[in-house]
């Protein structure tokens, strides 16, 4: 019988028919299931039964029914496992670096402890040191696990637990660190004159000084094997004989103060062209003792290694009854010298000197070679020996001028100031020319057109009618240039700007024709004009700059701030021009300048007076030779760095003559009518009816011109040795026109009184008025103090500083 086949469709518990035959989809033969359709007992017997048909179901899945179970679970489960073991692994390895990082600082840490700890003690105390240290630690340890025992079992009763100051007890439980060297040569080195030089300087100046020095001192003792002890302000203290202990220690100590001597001269020079005038008039007085010394750390806070004993008393008086640029040695050090056959090394000192609990005491100079810097007068204090001798125009050249012939006395200045004029020209090269890449780059930043060097740019100065001065341009408002935010923030640091030879070469030049133009006064000189220069400076960077806070052009409100802070300044700072003017006018403002004052050039009917009219007359004069100068043709790309358009030049022109002629302060019209200004622009109410724009020039007006006052006589806002410094050389300068019948009266006459004056009706109301112009921050609180402490050491030693001064001028008169 033939089978019959047909084909259903199930669904659920729906059946379809398909129709006869098999139709079911081969590519699923692999999943056949065959059910029998009936259980039959004799499966034989019902096969061979006529009329009975035998049936059975073949079941095959569907396309439908196999897309029905697909699924992308397992993709998603593989695929989260490994994202979760990736982000496991990367987690693991950023932790990896992050404990390592942190274990390198640790380390780099801790190296710099011990490098720290190694430069500050010798090897034998750092080693008990850190085994101190070791101990204490297994100790707080021990501690900090019977903590944990507490904190587990709440006993209560655990008495590892104490208060704070158990745990500091702990720390003077061990033996105290100390032990006593019996040979031992120690050094005490003074910076002479450091504290006068540091009332003038910026306080990085300050720094970068003693570092210089301290550094060079550092890498001579390691050489040397000499232990650095301490430093304290300008003092450096140095041991030989410890920690190792050595037979030769007076002679390596006596070694290590010629090469401080040396090295003190020469950086001091170097460090003369950045730092400015009289730094290379520091000197270091030394002195040096020998004997045994007790050593250890004081531990507390901020434990340090010391030496205590009389050795050390020893050593300090040494060096405070020393003359500066000499060393002086004890008897016991000269001793030791001699035993180790250095007798030539020292000579005796000619006088005794008398120290503090030791009395009358016989000392010797150590042989240093030719610094140039020793002195033949003895400083018995600290503070005394800090005074800036007179040494840098030297008063017994100056004096001898009154005997002798002038080309003689230019020649004598000349053979001992040549050295130190090239510097101080190196120095006001250096100023000058950091200014003028100040002024490129926000050129660059505004765009402004680069000027032709070869057109002639004209402004008023240039092409004065008959009849008219230098006084006649004067204006009451400087016109300063807006706050350009834009420009600000374009502009590339100043630093990174190459000025061409041509100009570094002119204005080196010009500088230096400048200083030759100067007459050799003893106080209206080059070197005067270059503390002027400096004090110009220092107040100049007293002032905030708004381009510092101008970070992004994004930040309105940052912008507006910046704007504001320039208002608040007037414009000074944010203009690199007014800034080089102002340091350009202390440079020039006393050029030519005849040693006499104005009233005195007046009453000779000299040509210069009649010239410009009896007024201002020295200061017209500066004007006029140094901008003349300026215009000669061997200076046109100077120029065409200082002023790029005939609008820059005019400005610039007004700037300057503005400042120089502010210098004139012995004029009463000019006086009266510059506090009326002042009256007008800062205490007076506001004029409705004047421009805001105007309001604030007119008060940077004044402000410039108030500050290169102040910097004229800044020597009286500063150091008491400051001070007596030039106060002594402008009474010598006045004694020589006395001298020379350019004078009614000697100075001696009226000089204490006329001080005392000075100070109360033009010092200290300047220096007042520094402060309450708001702009200088602590420069006008310093200058105002330094003021108001010379008027008051004036008022008390100021009659036998006179008598000093007629002294020494009639000392050097008596030896002809």
């Given amino acids: 019988m033939p089978y019959c086949i047909f084909s259903y469709e199930l669904t659920g518990n729906r059946a379809l028919y398909l129709g006869d035959g098999d139709r079911h989809e081969t590519a699923f033969n692999q999943y056949e299931v065959v059910v029998p359709f009936n259980a039959y007992r004799d499966p034989e017997l019902a096969a061979n039964t006529d009329g009975h048909c035998r049936y059975s179901l073949h079941i095959y899945p569907s396309q439908q029914f196999a897309q029905g179970y697909?699924?992308?679970?397992?993709?998603?489960?593989?695929?989260?496992?490994?994202?979760?073991?990736?982000?496991?692994?990367?987690?693991?390895?950023?932790?990896?670096?992050?404990?390592?990082?942190?274990?390198?600082?640790?380390?780099?840490?801790?190296?710099?402890?011990?490098?720290?700890?190694?430069?500050?003690?010798?090897?034998?105390?750092?080693?008990?040191?850190?085994?101190?240290?070791?101990?204490?630690?297994?100790?707080?340890?021990?501690?900090?696990?019977?903590?944990?025992?507490?904190?587990?079992?709440?006993?209560?009763?655990?008495?590892?637990?104490?208060?704070?100051?158990?745990h500091h007890s702990d720390f003077f439980k061990t033996k105290p660190i100390a032990e006593l060297f019996p040979h031992t040569t120690i050094m005490f080195a003074d910076i002479s004159g450091f504290t006068a030089w540091s009332s003038s300087r910026e306080p990085a100046q300050v720094f970068q000084l003693l570092e210089t020095l301290y550094h060079s001192f550092d890498e001579t003792a390691k050489k040397r094997r000499v232990f650095k002890v301490e430093t304290v302000g300008d003092c450096y203290v140095a041991v030989a004989g410890l920690p190792d202990p050595r037979k030769d220690h007076a002679v390596v100590m006596a070694r290590f103060a010629k090469d401080c001597m040396h090295q003190m001269h020469s950086l001091t020079r170097k460090l003369e062209v950045s730092l400015g005038p009289d730094t290379a008039d520091l000197s270091l007085r030394i002195g040096l003792h020998s004997g045994p010394v007790t050593a250890g750390v004081l531990r507390g806070e901020r434990s340090r290694f010391q030496l205590f004993g009389d050795t050390m008393n020893t050593a300090a008086r040494m060096e405070s009854n020393g003359i500066r640029g000499r060393i002086q040695i004890s008897q016991e050090t000269s001793d030791l010298l001699a035993d180790a056959g250095k007798t030539q090394w020292f000579v005796a000192r000619e006088d005794t000197i008398v120290a503090k609990g030791k009395g009358e005491l016989n000392t010797f100079w150590l042989s240093v070679g030719d610094v140039g810097k020793g002195r033949s007068t003895t400083d018995t204090t600290h503070s005394s020996d800090d005074v800036l001798a007179p040494n840098n125009y030297n008063s017994s050249v100056a004096l001898d001028s009154l005997m002798t012939t002038s080309a003689e006395s230019d020649q004598q200045v000349y053979n001992l100031v040549s050295n130190k004029t090239s510097r101080l020209i190196d120095w006001n090269v250096d100023v000058l020319s950091r200014l003028i890449k100040q002024i490129v780059a926000r050129r660059k930043a505004s765009k402004v057109p680069k000027k032709d060097s070869s057109k002639q740019y004209f402004c008023p100065g240039d092409n004065r009618g008959a009849g008219t001065t230098v006084l006649d341009e004067v204006t009451e408002i400087l016109a300063l240039p807006e706050f350009d935010a834009d420009a600000a923030r374009r502009q590339q640091d100043p630093e990174n700007i190459e000025l061409d030879d041509s100009i570094t070469s002119q204005l080196q030049q010009y500088v230096s024709n400048v200083s030759a133009m100067y007459r050799n006064n003893p106080f209206h000189n080059f070197e005067h004009a270059s503390h002027v220069t400096m004090s110009v400076v220092k107040l100049l960077s007293r002032i905030v700059a708004p381009v510092d806070v101008v970070v992004s052009d994004g930040k309105n409100q940052k912008r507006s701030f910046a704007s504001k802070?320039?208002?608040?300044?007037?414009?000074?700072?944010?203009?690199?021009?007014?800034?080089?003017?102002?340091?350009?006018?202390?440079?020039?403002?006393?050029?030519?300048?005849?040693?006499?004052?104005?009233?005195?050039?007046?009453?000779?009917?000299?040509?210069?007076?009649?010239?410009?009219?009896?007024?201002?007359?020295?200061?017209?004069?500066?004007?006029?030779?140094?901008?003349?100068?300026?215009?000669?043709?061997?200076?046109?790309?100077?120029?065409?760095?200082?002023?790029?358009?005939?609008?820059?030049?005019?400005?610039?022109?007004?700037?300057?003559?503005?400042?120089?002629?502010?210098?004139?302060?012995?004029?009463?019209?000019?006086?009266?009518?510059?506090?009326?200004?002042?009256?007008?622009?800062?205490?007076?109410?506001?004029?409705?009816?004047?421009?805001?724009?105007?309001?604030?020039?007119?008060?940077?007006?004044?402000?410039?011109?108030?500050?290169?006052?102040?910097?004229?006589?800044?020597?009286?806002?500063?150091?008491?040795?400051?001070?007596?410094?030039?106060?002594?050389?402008?009474?010598?300068?006045?004694?020589?026109?006395?001298?020379?019948?350019?004078?009614?009266?000697?100075?001696?006459?009226f000089w204490y009184k006329g001080e005392l004056g000075f100070f109360d009706f033009y010092i200290i109301p300047l220096a007042m008025k520094l402060k309450e112009c708001g702009v200088f921050g602590v420069s006008s609180d310093e200058y105002l103090n330094y003021a108001m402490r010379n008027r008051k050491e004036w008022e008390d030693r100021g009659q036998e500083v006179v008598r000093e001064m007629m002294e020494k001028i009639k000392g050097r008169v008596k030896r002809y």
């Fill in 70 to 166: 697909k699924s992308s679970l397992p993709i998603v489960f593989t695929s989260l496992v490994a994202a979760t073991f990736f982000l496991m692994a990367l987690t693991f390895l950023v932790y990896d670096r992050f404990v390592h990082r942190r274990n390198i600082k640790v380390v780099n840490a801790a190296a710099r402890s011990n490098a720290i700890v190694s430069s500050l003690f010798p090897s034998n105390v750092r080693d008990r040191l850190f085994e101190d240290a070791k101990a204490r630690s297994d100790v707080n340890q021990a501690a900090h696990s019977r903590l944990k025992t507490f904190l587990h079992n709440g006993d209560s009763s655990d008495t590892a637990i104490t208060d704070e100051n158990a």
């Fill in 565 to 749: 802070l320039h208002d608040h300044t007037y414009g000074i700072t944010s203009d690199p021009l007014t800034q080089f003017a102002c340091v350009f006018s202390a440079l020039i403002h006393d050029v030519d300048h005849s040693g006499v004052p104005n009233a005195q050039l007046v009453k000779e009917n000299s040509k210069i007076a009649t010239f410009y009219q009896g007024k201002s007359v020295a200061e017209q004069n500066s004007v006029d030779l140094a901008w003349d100068l300026l215009l000669d043709d061997s200076f046109k790309d100077l120029r065409a760095a200082i002023f790029a358009t005939d609008v820059e030049k005019a400005r610039f022109r007004q700037l300057v003559v503005n400042s120089v002629m502010a210098t004139d302060i012995m004029d009463p019209d000019l006086k009266a009518i510059r506090n009326a200004r002042w009256e007008k622009a800062f205490t007076a109410s506001p004029n409705m009816q004047e421009d805001l724009k105007d309001l604030t020039n007119r008060k940077a007006t004044i402000v410039i011109e108030h500050l290169i006052q102040a910097s004229d006589v800044a020597h009286t806002m500063q150091h008491w040795h400051i001070y007596r410094k030039w106060n002594e050389r402008l009474f010598l300068e006045l004694y020589q026109a006395y001298i020379a019948s350019r004078a009614e009266k000697s100075p001696e006459t």
